[in-house]
């Protein structure tokens, strides 16, 4: 049990919500992404305000019966400057050593959350592909291949098949680990081992010293392989340290010290270290043995020291592109591999919980997150960018595990995000919903919020006395202009591109009653079968510009609201009627 307890945990959320097999309310089918702008003052919205003051109950009530465990939990707007939840527990009991008050400021071990620095480490290395084979910066690598005596597949490792993107993303089925091979804790005979001729002797845990890059070279190829890469998920710490090793080659410089100045200095993260920092600002909890603990190497895998603060910091500096191109970080932003549960994609090395059971529109939407845990110490990050917030949370103690991290994440998610959705709705409403009028051309958009469905609903969509909906499908035809009328829904979603003071959003139209779709669906045997907008937008195009995309002028004196649309396919400019201060056109 105590090497259960202190060995590095995968940290990894398993899928917390479950889906009700619908792409979203009433069937609708939107682009994956965000359905509508992220609100820009959450804080100040009445239902955020509740949301929050009733997850601050919720989670001291939680705290309340902890006696040694620390607890830190931060939530942030990209778009505020102070965090909308700023909780912090300090428990009667805590180690002399370290804090006596727990606030934003204070720094606890973050286990596998360090790997998401030690993947941007990689991603930063001048010179570096991750699409490129291991073998290429590091083909030593393959010498690991003749500690195995009988060498076929089930024993070596093709390294020249493993890229370092299949390290990041746990897919290159090389072992787990090295320094958890029970021969180096203890006579394991009376539970059914033979007695052991081949002890590693290393661990960096319970008082056994850490293995260091030597044992590795002399070692890890005497483990075989689990899966060939590219085969199934299965998660290695192993594999971070070799990234580490990479960057130390192509760099020339200590791991620690590019860390440092790359990601650590450039993200701005003044509390986060490689190494333990001085125990005074450390949430400890009493006679703990895991803060002053060096890993070895897991260190790239497991080891850096954090607090809310930097985290929030982190995830903010992610989805503002300040570390990376605004392409690279959507790459990296995305799933690598799927798992054995639907809800749970991998990513590098993010672990992505999809879920579509958390807003009243019932879309899916995705949270990047990646875990950690270390001994008494489990933590987590997480990112939702289709609302541009991020998420800390930080324990330590006795009465803390994953599980209880996953609880208050999920607690977290549940009681705010439906908050923030609905403050998305409200600004939306004011800047995007009306109608846009072009008398010259008898032209006319009535768009609204309406709660049918996500994104913006087309009530009313006339272009030169035409019903465009009416003839969607002569439009999708091509060659016909008198097919019968069909029942559809049009739907208006943001497409992310901007320029200057203008937005580009475009049309997804659901062909059938909700009732329809539902009935089509129970026929195949997948979920959400009829849900590809994926492969139905952009499909009708005159003269080179797409009848779906529409394109927002706003006023930036008036709170980005919007004062005009191109409808582009159509070549008109729509103009928006004025509104009262109800919200009614005048």
Not at 331 to 358: D, M, Q, Y
Not at 389 to 408: A, D, N, W
Request: proline share 6%; hydrophobic share 40%.
């Amino acid at each position: 049990m105590r090497l259960i307890r202190h060995f590095i945990g995968t940290g990894h959320l398993l899928a917390v919500f479950v889906g009700n097999a619908l792409a979203a309310k009433n069937n609708h089918c939107p682009p994956l992404g965000p359905v509508l702008p992220a609100p820009t003052s959450p804080s100040s919205h009445p239902a955020v305000q509740s949301a929050v003051s009733a997850l601050k109950e919720t989670l001291g009530n939680l705290t309340a019966t902890f006696n040694g465990t620390a607890v830190s939990i931060g939530v942030k707007s990209l778009h505020e400057t102070t965090p909308l939840v700023d909780v912090h527990y300090t428990p009667p009991v805590l180690d002399p050593r370290g804090a006596s008050k727990i606030d934003a400021s204070t720094v606890y071990r973050i286990g596998s959350v360090s790997k998401v620095f030690t993947v941007l480490a990689a991603l930063k290395t001048s010179g570096v592909r991750m699409d490129d084979p291991v073998t290429k910066y590091l083909p030593r690598l393959r010498e690991l291949n003749q500690q195995q005596t009988s060498k076929n597949p089930i024993t070596i490792v093709d390294w020249d098949e493993i890229t370092l993107q299949a390290l990041a993303s746990h897919t290159s089925g090389i072992g787990s680990d090295l320094i958890t091979d029970l021969a180096s804790f203890s006579d394991w005979t009376s539970l059914g081992l033979p007695p052991a001729n081949d002890v590693l002797g290393c661990a960096g845990l319970d008082g056994i010293p850490p293995c260091n890059e030597t044992d590795f070279w002399d070692n890890f190829g005497k483990r075989n392989p689990v899966f060939a890469p590219y085969t199934s998920p299965l998660y290695s710490n192993t594999a971070f340290f070799i990234l580490s090793l990479i960057v130390e080659s192509v760099s020339g410089q200590y791991f620690s010290d590019f860390v440092q100045k790359n990601v650590l200095d450039a993200a701005g993260l003044s509390s986060t270290t490689y190494a333990k920092p001085d125990d005074k600002v450390g949430a400890i909890s009493l006679n703990d043995i895991i803060w002053n603990a060096t890993l070895g190497i897991e260190d790239p895998a497991g080891s850096f020291y954090s607090n809310t603060e930097d985290l929030l910091a982190f995830g903010e500096a992610i989805l503002t592109n300040k570390l990376l191109t605004p392409t690279q970080t959507r790459r990296w932003l995305k799933p690598v591999t799927f798992t054995s549960s639907s809800g749970e994609f991998i990513g590098a090395p993010w672990e992505i919980i999809r879920a579509e059971n958390i807003t009243s529109d019932e879309r899916l939407i995705e949270f990047y997150t990646k875990g950690g845990d270390v001994g008494t110490f489990h933590a987590m990050m997480a990112m939702v960018p289709d609302f541009d917030f991020v998420v800390s949370i930080l324990t330590s103690g006795p009465e803390t595990s994953s599980s209880l991290v996953q609880y208050l994440f999920s607690q977290t998610i549940a009681a705010l995000l439906p908050a923030v959705e609905a403050a998305g709705e409200d600004d939306a409403q004011a800047a995007f919903a009306g109608t846009y009028v072009d008398e010259a051309t008898n032209s006319t958009l009535t768009l609204s919020v309406d709660g049918e469905g996500p994104g913006l609903g087309i009530e009313e969509w006339v272009v030169r006395g035409t019903d465009v909906p009416a003839h969607w499908l002569n439009y999708l035809s091509a060659i016909a202009t008198s097919l019968p009328q069909v029942n559809l829904s049009a739907r208006l979603y943001p497409s992310g591109l901007t320029a200057g003071d203008r937005t580009a959003w475009r049309v997804a139209v659901d062909l059938g009653s909700p009732e329809d779709i539902a009935r089509g669906d129970a026929q195949l045997f997948w979920p959400q079968a009829s849900c590809i907008s994926w492969g139905t937008m952009d499909r009708v195009v005159y003269e080179f510009g797409a009848v779906d995309e529409m394109v927002f002028s706003l006023d930036e004196a008036n709170g980005n609201a919007a004062v005009s649309v191109e409808l582009v396919g159509f070549q008109a400019m729509l103009t928006k009627m004025r509104q009262d201060k109800t919200g009614r056109d005048l």
